[in-house]
C-alpha cells in the first residue's frame, strides 16, 4: 500500500547559496550605510534587519534625536551608544548557534544565565570598546543604573551588540584587557561578567564577588526608550 508523505518546500543548494549572497550583500551595504552616517531610526532598523534576516525584527521607533544622544558613565561623561532589538526570538542558545566562535557554557542549550528584566523593542547599550566604569562595585553600579534611569546590560545585548561592533570598528567589546560587569544577567543568583576575545571567543565568569573592583574591571548599562 502506498503511503502519502507531506513534505515542505524544498530548497535546493544553489538557491541556498543565491539567498545566502544576497543576505551578505544586504548586510554589507548596510554597514557602510551606518559607517556613512547620520545614524538615523531607518539606518538602525536596515542595518539589524540585514543582520539577522530570518528573525522578525520591528521597525526601530526611536526618534532621531533620541538614535544619536550619547549615554553616561559613572562619572557624567558622554558614551556613545548603541541601539539593538530584543525580541521573544532572541536567546543565548541562538546566539551560541549563530556565533559559535565563542564557545561559552553561557550560551548552551542548557544556559544556566537567566536575566532579571525583559524589554521589547529597541534598548540603547553602550558602544565603547573597553568597558566604563571601572573601578567600581557591584553596589555602586546599581546605585548609579537608579539614578540615571538604566537597566542592568543583559548578557544576550552585550553579545548582539558585540558583534554588531565587530562589523563596525573591527572589535568586540572588551576585546583588550577589560571585562564588563553585566547587573541585567545572573547565573545562580550571582552578577555575571563578561568579555570577548579578538577571535571570538566568549569569555563569562559566574563567581564575581559584589565588592570585586580593579582597573579593568568596568559594568554596562541598558537604557529604555523615553516616552
Not at 186 to 196: H, P, W
Request: glycine content about 8%.
Amino acid at each position: 500500500m502506498a503511503m502519502n508523505y507531506r513534505e515542505g518546500p524544498q530548497r535546493f543548494p544553489e538557491e541556498a547559496a543565491t539567498e545566502q549572497t544576497r543576505n551578505q550583500e544586504l548586510l554589507k551595504q548596510a554597514i557602510e550605510e551606518y559607517k556613512r552616517g547620520p545614524v538615523t531610526p531607518d539606518v538602525v532598523t536596515n542595518y539589524w534587519k540585514a543582520k539577522l534576516p530570518d528573525l522578525a525584527i520591528p521597525a526601530c521607533d526611536w526618534s532621531p534625536e533620541q538614535v544619536q544622544a550619547p549615554m553616561k558613565d559613572i562619572k557624567g561623561n558622554d558614551v556613545p551608544g548603541i541601539l539593538v532589538p530584543d525580541t521573544d526570538k532572541i536567546s543565548l542558545p541562538l546566539l551560541g548557534r549563530r556565533y559559535p566562535s565563542m564557545v561559552s557554557y553561557s550560551v548552551r542549550e542548557d544556559t544556566p544565565v537567566t536575566d532579571t528584566h525583559e524589554t521589547r523593542g529597541y534598548v540603547k547599550v553602550y558602544a565603547a570598546i573597553d568597558s566604563p566604569n571601572r573601578v567600581t562595585t557591584q553596589s555602586q553600579l546599581e546605585k548609579f543604573a537608579e539614578k540615571e534611569g538604566y537597566l542592568g546590560q543583559r548578557l544576550r545585548t552585550y553579545i548582539l551588540t558585540s558583534q554588531a561592533s565587530k562589523d563596525l570598528t573591527g572589535k568586540y567589546f572588551d576585546e583588550g584587557d577589560t571585562s564588563s560587569r553585566l547587573l541585567g544577567s545572573r547565573d545562580g543568583g550571582s552578577v555575571i561578567d563578561a568579555r570577548f576575545r579578538r577571535n571570538g571567543y566568549l569569555t563569562v565568569h559566574w563567581d564575581l564577588r559584589p565588592d570585586a573592583h580593579g582597573p579593568d574591571l568596568g559594568g554596562r548599562f541598558e537604557e529604555v526608550k523615553k516616552a
